[in-house]
């Protein structure tokens, strides 16, 4: 099992960015992927999930700023995030079961 996360960076508040999680080593459209995230000094915190059947889910601090997506045919998750905050700053990982990537940096800052 691999999960490979990008499309981190530093952007300044209000700007948008999407991250991606590409993965190989297991049947990707049968499997829910999450996206969750640890701020420094922080525990990790789930951020969102998308099932096999493509159902969302989201936690309340990125609801209706963050939208989570899949493309089966590339293997790859997606988490598309809007209007990013300072407080949304984190390194951020797709998992699957007990199975994480290395993670990407996001640092929201002006």
């Known amino acids: 099992v691999q999960l490979v996360e990008s499309g981190g960076g530093l952007v300044q508040p209000g700007a948008s960015l999407r991250l991606s999680c590409t993965t190989s080593g297991f049947t990707f459209s049968d499997a829910t992927i999450n996206w969750a995230r640890q701020a420094p000094r922080k525990g990790l915190e789930w951020v969102s999930t998308?099932?096999?059947?493509?159902?969302?889910f989201y936690s309340p601090s990125v609801k209706g700023r963050f939208t989570i997506s899949r493309d089966n045919a590339k293997a790859t998750v997606y988490l598309q995030m809007d209007s990013l905050a300072p407080e949304d700053t984190a390194v951020y990982y797709c998992r699957r079961g007990p199975s994480r990537g290395q993670g990407t940096q996001v640092t929201v800052s002006s």
């Open positions: 998308i099932s096999s059947d493509g159902t969302t």
